[in-house]
């Protein structure tokens, strides 16, 4: 197997960050595929699915831990904060995520 699919192999152990989409080592790939051996072009893209996959499960589990944080996030309120809300006539859960969004902003 050439050298040079054996360091990416590796590599995308050390850097999987660096194989997102179509980045620097996803298009040199593709600009020399047609060059490389069907084992080469397999073991790349094998290894490839692989690492975007873990890359997948990590962008769940992040989604699913901030969703846990936002919903368990402690919110206090002022009285002046609690006026307010009242003489708009929401309730405190709502005025809540009307800051949320703001700080967004």
Do not use: C, H
Request: neutral net charge; charged residues 35%.
């Amino acid at each position: 197997m050439n050298e040079g699919v054996q360091i990416l192999l590796k590599r995308m152990d050390s850097n999987p960050d660096e194989f997102k989409d179509d980045g620097k080592w996803v298009s040199m790939f593709n600009n020399y595929k047609k060059y490389m051996t069907d084992e080469e072009k397999t073991a790349f893209m094998d290894k490839l699915s692989a690492t975007r996959m873990e890359q997948f499960k990590q962008g769940v589990l992040k989604k699913l831990l901030d969703e846990e944080k936002q919903a368990t996030k402690t919110f206090r309120v002022t009285s002046e904060q609690f006026n307010l809300a009242t003489k708009l006539g929401i309730s405190l859960n709502e005025y809540a995520k009307i800051l949320a969004e703001w700080e967004k902003i």
